[in-house]
């Protein structure tokens, strides 16, 4: 079953999540409150997100 586009975050320390946009953007503001005292609004936290390599491969050859 596809559940939609799965995206993925990175944090500079090393941690990382892969799911739903709304599961990694959840994730991510509690990841930052937690471990980096910082607090991310949900449009900082999609603006950084990034799709797996398929989907950003299949962006690419569009683009070319």
């Known amino acids: ?3 939609g586009p799965q995206y993925t975050n990175r944090c500079a320390c090393g941690w990382e999540v892969t799911g739903s ?6 994730a991510t503001i509690e990841h930052g409150r937690r471990i980096h ?7 900082q ?4 997100l990034h799709a797996p390599p ?7 050859a569009k683009a070319g």
């Open 54 to 60: 398929a989907v950003d491969d299949a962006a690419d």
């Open 21 to 26: 946009e709304d599961e990694v953007v959840d």
């Open 45 to 48: 936290v999609v603006a950084a």
């Open 1 to 3: 079953m596809d559940d």
């Open 37 to 43: 005292n910082m607090e991310a609004t949900r449009d």
